[in-house]
């Protein structure tokens, strides 16, 4: 049995992105759940030496809960390309460089997939609530779809303008947040998440 988390208390997200933290105040929102960023308590940010998803969203997530107190809530994420075995995968943040650069890191992934006919891509989330006294909990959630070239739209942030979801024509860059969050791997994980641990 998952540990739940109280009603009313306190959240800390662990994560200084931007678009992550709209996303997930956004999905949090319904639940009456208050959240408090990493970045406005003046929390460091973490390395991110594990060589998988769900290892990274732990080491965030424990980071967070001891210096802060409160129950920690990490995500780490990443966009995975068949062609390329995976990559960017748990590099996806780093592909973009110092200036954090998703154009060069979406031409990066174009140029390194040459001409095969292999567009097979996908989103993966590994959620990590973590409380002060260690315990954790961890969720998984994947988005498939495929490439394409030229990024398409400006909405959403890092790889989504390359990304078209299964089923779907429009790029995670041209659809609205409402419509990316239906099937995103954000979302499903904090679906799981949810489930269990909240209500
Ligand atoms: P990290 O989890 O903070 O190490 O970084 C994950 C990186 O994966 C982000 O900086 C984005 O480049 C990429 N990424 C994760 N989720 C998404 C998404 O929903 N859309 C586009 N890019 C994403």
């Keep these: 049995m998952a540990r739940r988390l109280t009603s009313g208390g306190r959240l800390v997200l662990a994560t200084h992105n931007k678009g992550k933290l709209a996303e997930f105040a956004a999905l949090l929102a319904p639940f009456g759940i208050q959240t408090v960023s990493s970045g406005e308590l003046g929390l460091a940010e973490p390395e991110e030496p594990a060589p998988d998803f769900v290892g990274n969203a732990r080491i965030k997530a424990l980071a967070a809960t001891t210096a802060s107190g409160a129950p920690a809530l990490a995500d780490d994420s990443g966009f995975c390309v068949a062609a390329l075995g995976g990559a960017p995968g748990v590099h ?77 024509l429009e790029t995670y860059g041209e659809m609205n947040a409402e419509a990316k969050h239906a099937t995103s791997h954000r979302a499903r994980a904090l679906q799981a998440l949810l489930a269990a641990c909240v209500g």
């Design 92 to 168: 996806s943040a780093r592909w973009a460089g110092p200036t954090k650069d998703f154009d060069l890191a979406m031409a990066r992934v174009q140029a390194e997939l040459g001409a095969g006919d292999d567009s097979r891509a996908w989103f993966v989330s590994a959620l990590c609530l973590a409380w002060p006294d260690g315990h954790t909990e961890t969720f998984v959630g994947r988005a498939e779809g495929s490439l394409v070239w030229p990024p398409r739209g400006t909405g959403g942030f890092g790889y989504d303008p390359m990304f078209v979801p299964a089923g779907g």
